[in-house]
């Protein structure tokens, strides 16, 4: 599971295709994967973030209010808070890798 995780950050972090509140949103599964070993809803899983990491609170709430809305109104999200999110979680994410022997 932790190598599809990994993958999956990998991919998410260049941006190509994907909107970025899906982006940090499966930023949030991932983290909340690594920290609990159970996978989550992607609202679930952002409020776990935004209630545990009050830096990132405010992009995972913008994430979260732009996925509500119709896939065709995504709303942008600051792009260097982004890619900083999604920095954290591919450490976050690696760490429990390597903890793992995985």
Known sequence: MLAAIRASVREHS???????DNR???????????RT???????RAAREVALAEE??????????HSFE???????PLPAAEV????T????????TARESGA
């Open 69 to 75: 809305r119709p896939r065709s109104s995504a709303v």
């Open 37 to 43: 070993g159970r996978w989550m809803a992607k609202r």
């Open 83 to 86: 890619r900083t999110f999604l």
């Open 24 to 34: 940090v949103l499966n930023g949030c599964r991932a983290v909340v994967f690594c």
């Open 55 to 64: 830096d990132f609170r405010p992009l995972v709430e913008a994430a979260v």
């Open 14 to 20: 260049d941006g190509e295709g994907h909107l970025a």
């Open 88 to 95: 954290w979680v591919r450490e976050r994410v690696d760490q």
